[in-house]
């Protein structure tokens, strides 16, 4: 392609366009633009690209287009198939590394269900949990809006209040979830949190501000019972990985602002932080004063004893002493270490399995109300 080209719009419809991406609307991308070597690619920019044999990884994206909402469908991917992918890197411990490429290149690699694309280093992925190579993807065109300007994620980013302000006594409570690692159990326990508290009739909302973006994750705080959730990619960023400490807790404070107000008075506030509290983007935002004074609520997900006693060490050597209100995620789930995991921690903090929706859900809910 040499030459900028109009969209068609029964074309665009056939796309996929994917979550990480899902704060530009389809309706907004107007133009194709060839691929000029000499421009500067960033993260956030919206490319056109066509899906390469054989698929790697990554065989489906969570596909946005003609859909509203957090409704997606999980869209399989095979050869030839086109899709917008957004530029973002990658640093999991449990998949690999990859960077946005400073110049134009032909070749990306998929490395995220929400549509992030970049280069996977060589010898970057996990060795047992992230093995096989890549799903590859040819770079068709840029994306542009009517004008014939590049589109980026960050210049369609919801407007916000990213100042910090002391709590006041009327605010709904904040609850922090975070956890020792990437698959610690996150997200599952923010679940279980959210489903114990609205079902003892308090108003909950939720959402997740660092790491990587994509829908799955929001709907199942929805799922639980969350009235509102929100994350980072409506602010612009398809990850937060790389991102400066200010950029990251700018977006700490534009998501948990936009769902203290939803909540209202007498309502939590439930806030993930991935993927580790050794992450520098969680421990940005860990280790800021005005976040460790918002924070009425810690609970720890993490694997191990030893990652419970190191993290928790952790926690309360950063202020958060009187705010860890228990432990959870995947050592939980293991009747052995719930049975000695107490007595291993002094007693200091109880521990729930956020899996066992068999026990009553006062159980969980009175860790944060006291009642």
Known sequence: ???????????????????AARVVRPADVRTLLPIDPAVRWEQGDLLLAQVLAPIGRIDRVENVNRCEGLAFHDAELHPGSVTVVVLAPRAGTHTCIAEVPKQATELLHLH??????????PGSQHTSLYRGPPTQV?????????????????????????????????????????????????????RRIIYSLRAMGAPVVAGKAVGVGELAELCTMFDAGAS????????????????????????????????????????FVVIELADGIWYPETRYVLEDEAVRRSAAHIVFACEGV???????????RWGYAGKIRAVSGRVAGSGLLRAHLPEILGGRYPLFDALDYDALPETVASLFTGA
């Open 112 to 121: 995220g269900v929400g549509g992030q694309a970049g280069l996977v280093v």
């Open 1 to 19: 392609m040499t030459a900028r080209t109009d969209v068609d719009p029964a074309r665009r419809n056939q796309w996929l366009f994917p979550s």
């Open 138 to 190: 040819r770079v068709l065109a840029r994306l542009g809006d009517a004008e014939g300007r590049a589109i980026n994620t960050r210049s369609f980013g919801e407007p916000g209040d990213a100042t910090p302000r002391a709590p006041k006594p009327d605010d709904p409570q904040l609850v922090l979830v975070v956890g020792s690692d990437m698959d610690s159990g996150k997200t599952t326990t923010a």
């Open 306 to 316: 030893l990652d419970a006693e190191h993290g928790l060490a952790k926690l309360e």
């Open 228 to 267: 509102e959730v929100f994350d980072f990619s409506a602010l612009g960023e398809p990850v937060t990985i790389d991102l400066p400490r200010k950029r990251v807790l700018e977006l700490f404070f534009r998501v948990f602002h936009r769902l203290r107000a939803a909540a209202g008075k007498g309502g």
